[in-house]
């Protein structure tokens, strides 16, 4: 959103207002593409849309997450009962894997899986529901990593395993003090209780018809689909592995069985994933050596960076007008504000600086020209002082050609994890040339040769002329030689006439605190009014 008070301009971040549907890779991330996959980002603001790909992404974010999608589910291998039986046995047999070592990264993928669709500040209370075998021992695991993720788990182990494995999974969640609720605790409809349910009663090994009283919780989860007809936010359902009572080749052959929002299969998909139509089919398990995948024929989805899940197939359509973020942050008060707004930029700056926030010198610069098109991109903040903040460009990019024609600016600092924002409007001048030179020498020396390599804005060839032009630079310079600045390159300064400090609230009703300078008894001093947000 765009506002013109003479030939100034400012800015704010917004979320989209349209009802459009697109297609996300994972609910609230960010997707960047590289050969071929997307890499999504937690938790940012800033949209754009990539037109050629009809997905939204979303910028500006502390780092890569743990997600990446694989698309083509039809070239994934899909296991019998007796392959992933045999793979199980082989593991545990001559690669030496114990079943603990198994069930602690089985239930971590689980919880990073849950982690990345459902937040725990909208779905905090988890039942997991736990049977008696290694599946039920996954849902254990699950709940205690949840558990440290922010969640709040229940169990339900109504058959309780009498092995030393078991029973020191359930002193450890029991020294968390999560709480084990017994079937007859638990409400006959569970759709009011709890936000996710964790189906962790069968897996791939069991047989027949399930026995009580798990064939009473089936039931029950089977009627929340139901409930979910005339229900606004029915819990979800999380399936691990195979969704209990389902055949592990055949599926859901009667059609009346558990129907779950989100599957995660465990070191390859069983064949009765097929048969899964839910949103959200992760895949997790990350410890299949290449000895099992030659000897299986298994084509695999790769797990970027530290990931612990992967996400198997397209992900579901979303409304843009459903994605919403309620903030929760402590009150941006008056009396507790500096008077000076460099000061209090100062203070929320080193905040983000200690939150550990990637780039929180990044900033959005915002220029128009004498047409009055407003144009933006992220530049970053490289001094900031009483005369106003500092950065460097190339004097003949678009941003500087704006500014030779209206010499005034906007920035915007956004501090995602803090739930902040910070505006600054005024005049932009460029910064001495002796301030440019240090700075230009301060840098790395591959950044001083991009520097030269790079005229900005204009059209090159392709990316072979830029890494051509580079090569021959750097040889020049390779005996250490100083590296002279370009007359085209050089810094900006804006002088600060106008602050918005602002910090995210619930319901909508965030803070905004507004400095602007006035004059009183010939002294120029800020006054700080709040703006209804």
Known sequence: MWSFIGRSITMRCLTLPQSLPVSLLSINKTHVFRSGFSYPFWRSTVISFCSTSGVFTRMGDRGVSALQSFHNQDSISYL???????????????????????????????????AEVYRPSEYNRVLAICGPGNNGG?????????????????????????????????TQLESLSVPFLSVEDLPLDLSNDFDILVDAMFGFSFHGAPRPPFDDLIRRMICLHNYGQTRQKPPVIVSIDIPSG??????????????????VSLTAPKLCAKKFSGPHHFLGGRFVPPFIVDKFKLHLPPYPGTAMCVRIGKPPQIDISALRENYISPEFLE??????????????????????????????????????KPSSRIVLLKGVDKDGFV?????????????????????????????????????VQKVSELESEQ???????????????????????????????????????????????PKYWGGYRLKPELFEFWQGQQSRLHDRLQYSPEEINGKRVWRIDRLAP
């Open 80 to 114: 019998l009962q007796r392959e992933a039986a045999e793979i199980d046995e082989t593991l545990m047999g001559p690669l030496g894997f114990s079943v603990d070592q198994l069930m602690e990264l089985a239930g971590l993928s689980v919880a990073t899986s849950i």
């Open 138 to 170: 996954d849902g254990l695991v699950a709940a205690r990593h949840l558990h440290h993720f922010g969640y709040k788990p229940y169990i339900c182990y109504p058959k309780r395993t009498p092995k030393p494995l078991y029973t020191g999974l359930v």
């Open 246 to 263: 389902w055949h592990v080749e055949e599926g859901d052959i009667d059609g009346e069985g558990i129907k779950p929002d989100m599957l």
């Open 335 to 372: 009396e507790y504000v500096e008077a000076d707004p460099m000061d209090q930029f100062r203070k929320w700056f080193d905040d983000a600086v200690a939150a550990g926030l990637k780039e929180p010198n990044a900033m959005a610069l915002s220029t128009a020209g004498k047409d009055g």
């Open 391 to 427: 950065w460097y460009t190339n004097y003949g990019s678009r941003k500087a050609h704006e500014i030779s024609e209206n010499p005034h600016a906007s920035l915007l600092f956004y501090w995602d994890g803090l739930n902040r924002q910070v505006r600054i409007e005024g005049p």
């Open 439 to 485: 700075y230009f020498h301060s840098r790395p020396r591959g950044s001083q040769i991009g520097a030269i390599v790079s005229k900005q804005s204009t059209i090159v060839p392709g990316r072979h002329v830029l890494h051509q032009e580079y090569k021959e630079l750097e040889n020049k310079f390779s005996d250490g030689s100083m590296i002279p600045k």
